[in-house]
């Protein structure tokens, strides 16, 4: 489904991707682990198309098309959905309208007429459930206010709603409670599927306790130097980082 | 190349959707301006003898003034002799009596328009007053209104059939030489709406006006005079739109709204003047007076506006609060892109004890426009207890467009309470890129930002206005990114 080749990719003349491969298909949960500043918020941002991110070698095929090729919202609208670690608020604009409107994009891009508001509503109260958030945020402006633990639980309901091809989760488990972890979770794997793969971000061993990967990869200046299987995860927990020779590298660099 | 004409036809009406030109019969008094042109113009429209003495005083006095030039607006000086000012769409005979008389071209100017002069008014509840150039053509409704005992009709009629009253109120809010623009409005206005809600009367339907300039070279200066007796309500909508012509056109309108006790008036507008193109040509001078005497006790004048249009915008809508407890609200969207200049605000000025002011300013720039708030609140000596909130939000789109904001408070009254807020912010990046990230065009996650910003601004407007303004937004900022 996603294969990336040599991938190289810097901000603002600071490198770093330096050469990252990785193969995922469909019906994986691939986990990619480790200390900040090693790329891997980079790497969600460059998949989905941050303009701020040059990519300066590389290649990256998803579904058979060149990624790089596609402006952001046709990588969205060809199944790729990013989790955001930071979700920024839109002031005003209401929650139900921007899904909306998100819904019926990606309907549209597929031929399917627009979802009215009636039968919207009723989906996304439906969703919100499963996330365990009051309908009544539905209403408020996107991200306005929101805690950071609804923000995290908005961006898997959107990833619910959307039903993406592949989700990347760039850090869903930072900042949240064990409930809401819990909740969150509950939410990533409901999206486990066979025709749908999974790319999660995380720093910590804890969300894997919850959501069991198939593959974890350890990233490290912005390449992936060990990979293997839901064991590597909790042998990363138990030695740290230090294990494979890395540095947790300053905080200053965070992501 | 695949391209159909339909397709090409279809392009152009996105650039601006109002920018056709009606192939009527006109009757056009020639450019240039002088007595004769006011006393042929105040003969023409049979008006009664003090209204030609009052044009003529406006006119001298404006002979003496100089235009202003305090504004952040910069266009090169308006020749005030190669206007027009009048054009009537030609009739055979008099004044149409029904809308079977008036003429089909205009008819169909209007369906264009999207005004629903025929059954769509009843449905949408809406009576309309539509002034073509510088006539009322039609106003609808008139049988359910003179019911209830308003008076909702061309300001020219209204001089010929309740005199009494216009010469009581015109100029009462807007002195003749008030402003430069105003006293020429004053000299040689030709039409406009005229409103009155007797006492306790709630007014059964919103009232509606579009204008529209049609004809080359001509100035409109509608006049609009509205009077809400003691304890009644009206809501007010006006409209308008122009054709895309290279040259500038000139509109100076002024607007007077008189409240005695208890009245309440919702004065809402659509301005939609052509902008010009996107290299700056063309476009509508909106140089107009707006300005509200609350002169009863309690009494309550809301201005909502929604500003996309005109090459320039110089506006400020106004409230005298001269009766105790009475309120004042200004509620504004202005959206400037390419070339386009505003220069908007509102004054409230305080007189009453306890009176009270709501200000909030939306200022929405894009391309390589300029857009101003400018605002004075003023509390005279006798503003015992009055208050005043303010609220002034700018938003950038890219970074050739400027932002200002000219907030003057004057305070005579200590026990006066002030409350001034400004935030200037951008459509950030990061708010683009998570729209994108959901499969949103970029110009549609534009205008949902903008009108996400807008959206206090919004809820004030009538249910199909409000409709009416989103989707202004959105073609109004077709091209402001990428």
Not at chain 2, 8 to 15: D, G, M
Not at chain 2, 82 to 103: F, G
Not at chain 2, 440 to 464: D, H, R, T, W, Y
Request: glycine share 8%; net charge negative; with cysteine.
């Amino acid at each position: 489904m996603l294969s990336i080749k040599n991938l190289h990719a810097c901000v603002e003349d600071k490198q770093i991707l330096n050469g990252l491969n990785l193969e995922i298909k469909a019906g994986e949960v691939h986990a990619i682990m480790g200390p900040n500043g090693s790329g891997k918020s980079t790497l969600s941002q460059v998949l989905a198309g941050n303009e701020a991110f040059d990519v300066t070698k590389g290649e990256v095929t998803f579904n058979g098309d060149n990624l790089l090729d596609l402006p952001t919202e046709e990588r969205a609208r060809e199944g790729l959905f990013l989790a955001f670690q930071y979700p920024v608020e839109i002031p005003g604009v209401s929650n139900l309208q921007f899904l909306r409107t998100s819904v019926n994009a990606m309907r549209k891009h597929h031929g399917i007429e627009d979802m009215n508001a009636a039968e919207f509503m009723k989906l996304a109260k439906a969703i919100s459930k499963q996330v365990d958030l009051d309908p009544a945020f539905l209403k408020r402006g996107v991200n306005e206010g929101f805690s950071g633990g609804e923000k995290k639980r908005n961006e898997v309901m959107q990833a619910l709603l959307l039903q993406p091809k592949l989700a990347i989760l760039d850090e869903t488990d930072s900042g949240l409670d064990i409930d809401a972890l819990k909740v969150v979770a509950d939410g990533v794997n409901a999206l486990r599927a066979s025709d749908r793969a999974i790319l999660m971000i995380t720093h910590y061993q804890r969300l894997l306790d919850h959501i069991v990967p198939d593959y974890v990869h350890v990233l490290s200046t912005g390449k992936i130097i060990k990979s293997g299987g839901p064991e590597l995860a909790l042998e990363l927990e138990a030695k740290g980082y230090g294990w494979l020779g890395i540095e947790d590298q300053a905080a200053a660099n965070h992501g | 190349m695949a391209t159909t004409d339909e397709e090409v036809r279809e392009l152009i009406k996105r650039e601006y959707e109002h920018g056709f030109v009606t192939e009527i019969e006109s009757e056009t008094f020639e450019p240039g301006l002088n007595e004769d042109v006011i006393r042929r113009l105040s003969d023409l429209k049979q008006e009664p003898e003090f209204m030609l003495e009052w044009r003529l005083k406006a006119y001298r006095r404006w002979l003496e003034m100089d235009e202003p030039e305090w504004a952040h607006v910069d266009y090169p000086q308006v020749k005030f002799d190669d206007i027009s000012y009048y054009s009537a769409p030609k009739r055979p005979e008099d004044m149409p009596q029904s809308l079977d008389e008036v003429d089909p071209e205009l008819l169909k100017t209007y369906e264009k328009l999207g005004i629903p002069l025929h059954e769509r008014a009843k449905l949408a509840g809406v009576a309309v007053d539509a002034v073509f150039d510088s006539v009322s053509v039609a106003t609808t409704f008139k049988e359910p209104l003179e019911k209830a005992g308003v008076i909702f009709c061309p300001i020219s009629e209204a001089l010929q059939k309740h005199p009494e009253l216009v010469k009581k109120y015109l100029g009462s809010v807007v002195p003749v030489a008030d402003n430069y623009y105003a006293a020429l409005n004053s000299a040689v206005f030709s039409d406009g709406s005229f409103v009155y809600i007797p006492k306790g009367v709630r007014c059964p339907l919103e009232l509606s006006t579009y204008f529209r300039i049609n004809a080359a070279n001509t100035g409109q200066f509608e006049r609009t005079l509205i009077i809400a007796d003691a304890g009644s309500y009206v809501s007010y909508l006006e409209g308008c739109t122009a054709p895309m012509r290279d040259e500038n056109q000139l509109h100076a309108a002024v607007v007077e709204l008189v409240l005695l006790d208890d009245a309440q008036i919702k004065y809402s507008t659509v301005q939609n003047w052509y902008p010009g193109d996107e290299t700056g040509k063309g476009g509508i001078y909106n140089f107009v007076t707006k300005r509200a005497a609350c002169i009863g006790k309690n009494s309550k004048v809301s201005w909502t506006q929604v500003e996309t249009g005109s090459a320039i915008t110089w506006k400020y809508p106004s409230c005298i609060l001269r009766g105790d407890n009475s309120v004042g609200e200004f509620y504004s969207v202005a959206l400037t892109h390419n070339y386009q200049q505003a220069d908007t605000g509102t004054k409230m000025i305080h007189i009453g004890k306890n009176t009270s002011s709501t200000v909030i300013s939306k200022g929405i720039s894009a391309g390589r426009s300029s857009n101003a708030y400018r605002g004075l609140v003023k509390f005279n000596p006798g503003a015992e207890g009055a208050r005043n909130f303010t609220q002034c939000d700018s938003l950038l789109i890219g970074d050739r467009c400027g932002a200002h904001t000219f907030p003057y408070i004057e305070s005579k009254n200590k026990s006066a309470i002030v409350e001034h807020e400004a935030t200037t912010s951008k459509v950030s990046d990061e708010q683009m890129f998570l729209c994108r990230q959901r499969g949103i065009e970029p110009e549609q996650a534009v205008s949902m930002i903008v009108n996400g910003f807008c959206k206090e601004v919004f809820k004030e407007l009538p249910m199909e206005f409000a409709v009416e303004a989103g989707k202004l937004l959105e073609v109004s900022l077709e091209g402001s990114v990428g």
